[in-house]
């Protein structure tokens, strides 16, 4: 009996020392204790880091890439760093009357003698071409004015500049008859010609030039519409006729006295900051008062 139970005792030891080295009395190795649920859980949680990153990278990468045309004090007007565009200086802002037409060069205008009141800029995308001499008042505010020609612009590249602009601050959009490229951006004096709405150059332009206090003549002012004077819903409709022998020179020779500013513009504010608000700074009349004011310059 006692040799009986020294032999359980003995196959007791031997099990216990077994399985204190990863064995067990049945000859099994014992596996590691391995949190599954807490992997998973972290596994899941950098899965789902990476899905984030990869959708926001791009746009952090465009933020980056459009402030090199942010204009500032040292650079206060990057788009001359943009291929293609073409700069004219020394253009006028005096105002003509509704009746009168503008010698413009080049077409579509990029500033000059201009109406006394602006075609609402507020993102509006129109159907139909609309007066160019109230169009280039919209410049001088700081809008940038995106046309395209009805005969050679896809019908997907209009597409995609109605979505760029439909509801966008100081930018509006519309075909413009007999102009040479498909497509073509407008800012105070400035012009950029393209041929496909993919071009990375249009978001280059938008940037450096719209409202930029730095080059229009009154960034800021006011872009909403002007009841009595002109309505986005019916605008002036553009005249296809070549400006005759008593259109306003581009120098503003011929403009009339009686023109006057339909509101003042806006105080523009420091670089970084909004353009100041969309309404009009005063009250606009009911009907232009003959020599009340003097031309803007």
Not at 109 to 124: K, L, N, Q, R
């Amino acid at each position: 009996m006692a040799s009986n139970a020294n032999d359980r005792t003995a196959k007791a030891l031997r099990a216990a020392k077994k399985k204190s080295r990863g064995g067990s009395a049945t000859g099994l190795k014992n596996g590691p204790n391995i949190p599954w649920l807490g992997i998973g859980a972290l596994v899941s949680v950098l899965i789902l880091v990476g899905v984030i990153g990869w959708n926001i990278a791009p746009s952090i990468r465009d933020e980056q890439a459009m402030e090199q045309w942010t204009p500032t004090v040292d650079d206060p007007d990057p788009s001359t760093r943009i291929d293609g565009v073409e700069i004219f200086e020394n253009l006028s802002n005096a105002h003509v009357l509704a009746g009168q037409r503008v010698a413009y060069e080049p077409m579509p205008p990029v500033g000059g003698p201009h109406d006394e009141a602006w075609a609402t800029c507020t993102g509006v995308v129109y159907d139909e071409p609309i007066r160019t001499e109230n169009a280039v008042h919209s410049l001088e505010h700081g809008a940038v004015w995106i046309t395209y020609s009805p005969d050679n612009a896809s019908a997907a590249d209009i597409a995609a500049l109605e979505n760029r602009v439909d509801g966008q601050a100081y930018l509006f959009m519309s075909p413009f008859p007999g102009q040479e490229s498909p497509l073509s951006l407008q800012a105070w004096g400035h012009q950029l010609k393209l041929d496909s709405a993919e071009d990375e150059r249009i978001n280059q332009f938008i940037g450096a030039l719209r409202i930029n206090q730095f080059n229009s003549p009154e960034p800021g002012a006011s872009c909403s519409n002007i009841p009595g004077y002109f309505d986005p819903e019916n605008p002036p409709p553009f005249d296809p006729a070549p400006p005759g022998p008593d259109a306003v020179a581009m120098d503003g020779a011929g403009a009339s006295a009686d023109a006057a500013e339909m509101g003042e513009p806006l105080e523009p504010g420091p670089v970084d900051e909004e353009p100041a608000g969309d309404a009009p700074a005063i009250e606009i009349p009911a009907e232009p008062v003959p020599g009340g004011e003097e031309n803007a310059e």
